[in-house]
C-alpha cells in the first residue's frame, strides 16, 4: 500500500484519473484511518489533499465558497462563518473533541456520508450544492442529490469535492442547529435538528427549512413539517403539529446509541426548542 501526498489539485485530480479506482482520498482522515483500522477499507493508494490550502476556507465571491478542506475548529470559530452561517458553526463545535475538529473537514465529513454528519443538516437548510472536479472538468450537484444513503455519495472515483456553495440567511431570518446526544463532547448525535426560518414584516413565518439527522440513513429535508410552519405565527398547536409530521418523516433505526422510539420521541421537542431560537435570532436581527 502507498501513501502519496500531492501539492496542487491539478496533481490529486491527475492521479484519481489514472488510479481513481484504487485510490482513497484522505483529509484529516478521522474517519479513513479508523475505517482502515477496521478493515473496513484497504485502498491501495492512500492519496493525501490535507495540504491543499486554496481548498480552505469561506469566499463570498457573488456565492459563499466554503472550501472542502475547512476543518470544523475553522468553522466554528472563523468571524465569517459563524456570521453567515450560524447553523453550520454551531453544527461543527459539536464534531468529536476539539482534536478532531482540527484536522477533520467539511468535505471529509460530507463524502463519508454517516446518517449522523453533523454539517449535512444545517447544509440542507442552506440550499448547499456541492462542487465536484475531475481532471476533464467540473459539476455541481444539490447536496440533497449527492448524499445518496449511508456511507453512499454521487461522488465519482476520479472526482474531488472542492468546495460547498451555500446561501446565508437573509433578514428577518433565525437559524439554529441542535445535537442530542448522551454527553457533550465526543459523542455521535442520537438526532439533530438544523431549522431556518424566515419572518415577513409582521412576524409570519415565510419560509421554513427544517432538516434532520441521524433519524433515517441520510440527512434530510423534512418538507412536511416545513409546511405545516409556513404561513403561521408559531402558536403552540402549529409548532406541535409541525412536530408529529417530523416524526412521521423519520424512519430511525435502534443502534448502540439510543432506540428507534427513543429518536421518535426526543424530535418533538428539538423542534419547539429550535423555532423559539430562530424566533429570537430573527428579532435580534431586526
Ligand atoms: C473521535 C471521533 C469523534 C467524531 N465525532 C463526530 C461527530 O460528533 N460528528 C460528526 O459528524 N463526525 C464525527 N466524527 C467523524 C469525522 O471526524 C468527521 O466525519 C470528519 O469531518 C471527517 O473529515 P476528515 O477530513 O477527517 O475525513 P477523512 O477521514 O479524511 O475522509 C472521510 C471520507 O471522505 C473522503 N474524502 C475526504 N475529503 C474528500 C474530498 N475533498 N474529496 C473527495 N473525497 C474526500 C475520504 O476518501 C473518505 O471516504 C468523529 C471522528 C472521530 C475519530
Known amino acids: 500500500m502507498e501513501f502519496r501526498t500531492v501539492g496542487s489539485i491539478e496533481e490529486a485530480l491527475a492521479c484519481l484519473a489514472d488510479v481513481g479506482d484504487e485510490a482513497q482520498v484522505v483529509a484529516g482522515g478521522t474517519d479513513v484511518m479508523i475505517q482502515h483500522m477496521r478493515r473496513e477499507i484497504n485502498p491501495s ?8 490550502c486554496e481548498m480552505e476556507g469561506l469566499t463570498k465571491n457573488g456565492s459563499h465558497a466554503i472550501g472542502a478542506l475547512t476543518t470544523h475548529r475553522h468553522l466554528a470559530t472563523d468571524p465569517l462563518v459563524v456570521a453567515a452561517f450560524p447553523a453550520l458553526a454551531e453544527a461543527a463545535s459539536t464534531v468529536g473533541s476539539w482534536q478532531t475538529q482540527e484536522v477533520g473537514t ?16 444545517p447544509l440542507l437548510i442552506a440550499d448547499a450544492q456541492v462542487e465536484l472536479r475531475r481532471a476533464s472538468g467540473v459539476r455541481r450537484l444539490p447536496l440533497d442529490e449527492f448524499l445518496l444513503g449511508r456511507r453512499s455519495t454521487a461522488r465519482l472515483p476520479d472526482e474531488l469535492l ?21 454527553r457533550s463532547a465526543m459523542e455521535v448525535a442520537i438526532a439533530g435538528l438544523a431549522v431556518r426560518l424566515t ?14 439527522c441521524a433519524v433515517a440513513p441520510r440527512a434530510y429535508r423534512a418538507v412536511e413539517a416545513e409546511s405545516v410552519l409556513e404561513g403561521s405565527r408559531l402558536e403552540e398547536g402549529t409548532v406541535a403539529e409541525a412536530g408529529r409530521a417530523l416524526v412521521d418523516s423519520a424512519t430511525p433505526i435502534d443502534d448502540a446509541r439510543a432506540s428507534a422510539s427513543y429518536r421518535r420521541h426526543v424530535l418533538p421537542g428539538l423542534l419547539v426548542r429550535a423555532v423559539a431560537t430562530c424566533r ?6 431586526r
Not at 45 to 52: E, H, P, S, V
Not at 203 to 211: I, M, Q, T
Not at 280 to 285: G, N, P
Request: proline residues 5%; contains cysteine.
Open 45 to 52: 493508494l492512500f492519496l493525501y489533499i490535507g495540504n491543499l
Open 106 to 121: 467539511l468535505g471529509g465529513n460530507l463524502c463519508n456520508a454517516s446518517p449522523a454528519a453533523d454539517t449535512v443538516a
Open 162 to 182: 472542492t468546495a460547498v456553495t451555500a446561501r446565508p440567511p437573509g433578514e428577518r431570518c433565525g437559524e439554529t442547529y441542535l445535537k442530542l446526544g448522551r
Open 199 to 212: 419572518f415577513d414584516a409582521v412576524g409570519n413565518v415565510e419560509s421554513a427549512k427544517v432538516a434532520a
Open 280 to 285: 429570537e435570532r430573527a428579532v435580534e436581527q
